[in-house]
């Protein structure tokens, strides 16, 4: 079979650290091209890896006919811009989380989708984690009994991403610690729950710990250090309440806050079981059995344990050639950016949004 050539486009951490590993794994594709709008980015990654060229302009890769697949890995902003021009080219692409900045970008990159026929995922990594995934199978098998409620928690002490850049610039991400971490909380219990519909939200974000940049405390920037003349407009933390025809979430999220703890953790409450999934971690399910407490730690053996973003990336392959649909196809993931959009809009209106 001949290997399937493909392109990263944006060549940052989550590039470094997670697509381009495993696509150097399978031995069904040939990176050609690594694009960069910073010439010494891309060209380091050819080095690096010891294949493909070095680009600036990713108009460049789209007019090549023999490539068939690329990831968007560049910030939020350029998200919908390469995805649809990609499409529109006929290429196949995974597009890093969250979608778009907003609801509405992600709207046009479904339609493009449906419109050109072209596979169109979202890097919603957790459909692809082994331990989600067992939860899933619990809660299909009715473990759990009747799921009333969810609650998402992903707060950290002070934990800020590049405080003045990209991450911290709402032109740019679109928003905060909601739509850098919570998409990922957000669709990981969408999928469990095999996506509800969302029927309200009401909620309220907080641009509060981060706005002196220069006199911001922190003992360790992932994705520093501050940019002290650079822009904090976006959401450090955020509550919300969402109904939907299933379960009510109960939404607890912050990159910062005065408390010194970390609580990322799910909980799914139903009236048989509940699981409390730690995330990027184990999970423990706790029931009542002939009268007595009873707590499980289910444990995936090591041999037969796997990566969730080369799962992601080998799944990604394989649905290009056979045309199998994805859990993370832009379908579903337009979910989440639904819901994370009306806790925007219900902040921004200090009202409940009513969705469609």
Not at 36 to 56: L, S
Not at 152 to 178: D, E
Not at 222 to 246: C, E, F, M, Q
Request: glycine share 8%.
């Amino acid at each position: 079979m001949e290997r399937m050539k493909v392109a990263v486009i944006g060549c940052g951490t989550i590039a470094n650290s997670q697509h381009i590993p495993a696509y150097m794994k399978n031995e069904e594709v040939e990176i050609k091209y690594f694009c960069d709008i910073i010439p010494e980015r891309a060209q380091a990654a050819v080095e690096k890896y010891g294949c493909g060229r070095a680009v600036v302009d990713y108009k460049e890769v789209l007019a090549d006919p023999e490539v068939e697949a690329l990831s968007v890995c560049t910030p939020n902003l350029m998200h919908s811009v390469i995805a649809i021009d990609a499409l529109k080219a006929g290429k196949n692409v995974l597009c890093e989380k969250p979608a778009a900045r907003v609801y509405e970008e992600a709207l046009a990159m479904q339609k493009a989708q449906h419109e050109t026929g072209k596979v169109l995922n979202i890097g919603v990594v957790n459909r692809f984690n082994d331990k989600v995934n067992l939860i899933r199978k619990y809660i299909q098998e009715g473990r759990l009994g009747d799921i009333y409620h969810v609650y998402l928690s992903f707060r950290c002490h002070r934990s800020i991403p590049g405080l003045g850049g990209a991450f911290t610039t709402k032109a740019i991400a679109g928003g905060g610690v909601l739509i850098d971490w919570g998409v990922h909380y957000l669709d990981l219990v969408m999928y469990c729950l095999n996506d509800p519909k969302p029927l309200t939200v009401s909620g309220e974000v907080f641009c509060k710990l981060g706005r002196d940049i220069e006199g911001y405390a922190y003992r360790g920037m992932w994705a520093g250090p501050p940019v002290k003349d650079g822009i904090y407009d976006v959401d450090d933390s955020v509550t919300a309440l969402v109904r939907t025809d299933g379960p009510v979430f109960t939404v607890n999220g912050a990159w910062a806050q005065n408390i010194e703890a970390d609580e990322c953790f799910v909980d799914f409450m139903g009236d048989k079981g509940g699981i409390r999934l730690i995330y990027g971690g184990d999970f423990t399910l706790y029931t009542v059995e002939n009268g007595a407490f009873v707590k499980y730690v289910p444990e995936v053996p090591e041999h037969k344990s796997t990566n969730m973003f080369e799962n992601e990336i080998n799944s990604f392959i394989r649905c290009i050639r056979t045309g199998e649909r994805l859990p993370s196809h832009i379908d579903t993931a337009v979910k989440t950016s639904q819901i994370m959009q009306a806790i925007y809009d219900s902040a921004a209106q200090h009202r409940e949004m009513a969705l469609n």
